[in-house]
């Protein structure tokens, strides 16, 4: 017999299916359960790949009951909007980041290197408005039928959060992997509030935890992640 777990009131057999939705400079992910939740939405425009990732996935788009953002910055949000009005579902981001998603222009954070600042030029400041649900405490998606929580948790940006599904955590960028070493956590190009960052990601390594996907390189192994935070 298949063993079942509750989470937010409903039972699920197994935690949610990861699929990688595209790989572009921003990883975009589908959560796959009795329901699908896509895991950001990538630069503005990158809802057509989304869309194309579902489809090679073989997930129908009535299937996909929300999108989670883990953070209002263009490469994140930018095909918010237009998967928003055509799958006709919800938004989640943390509460720190909605009104940046109702302005369509990124969240406050600080160049971490003369190299971010340089190629912070480069990057679109600004993305097509939407309304987004705001998380204000760790809540359950399971009302969206995949057993998985978001957290908010600050750091990168005011409105940060988190994505724990079963043994993956999804940090979005309040760590990167390395651009040649992917596989090697280092400290993001941007960040609010560096110690916060850290430390949220290092209160979220559980022992369950056997992965960690950053939005930017990885995956990553939580003992990578740990001898990371602890240098």
């Not at 990538?42 to 883990?70: F, H, M, Q, R, W």
């Not at 679109?124 to 998985?148: I, K, Q, W």
Request: aromatic residues 6%; negative net charge.
């Amino acid at each position: 017999m298949i063993a079942a777990w509750v989470v937010g009131g409903s039972a699920f057999a197994a935690p949610p299916e990861v699929i990688e939705l595209g790989r572009g400079y921003t990883h975009l992910y589908a959560l796959v359960g009795d329901g699908v939740v896509i895991v950001d939405t990538g630069y503005p425009g990158d809802d057509v790949a989304v869309l194309k990732g579902l489809a090679e996935a073989g997930i129908a788009e009535d299937k996909v009951t929300a999108i989670v953002i883990t953070h209002a910055h263009s490469d994140h949000t930018g095909g918010a909007a237009a998967l928003a009005a055509r799958l006709q579902v919800p938004v989640l981001m943390g509460a720190g980041d909605v009104p940046e998603a109702a302005q369509g222009v990124n969240a406050e954070a600080s160049p971490t290197s003369s190299r971010a600042a340089f190629m912070s030029r480069f990057f679109p400041e600004t993305f097509d408005t939407f309304t987004a649900t705001p998380v204000n405490a760790p809540m359950s998606l399971a009302e969206y039928g995949v057993d998985a929580q978001v957290s908010p948790v600050g750091g990168h940006t005011e409105g940060s959060l988190i994505v724990t599904a079963g043994t993956t955590l999804f940090v979005g960028d309040l760590i990167r992997g390395g651009v040649m070493r992917r596989k090697t956590p280092r400290l993001h190009y941007y960040q609010l509030d560096i110690a916060a960052a850290h430390a949220a990601v290092g209160a979220a390594l559980g022992p369950e935890v056997t992965v960690v996907l950053p939005a930017h390189g990885g995956p990553l192994t939580p003992e990578a992640v740990r001898r990371f935070l602890a240098d």
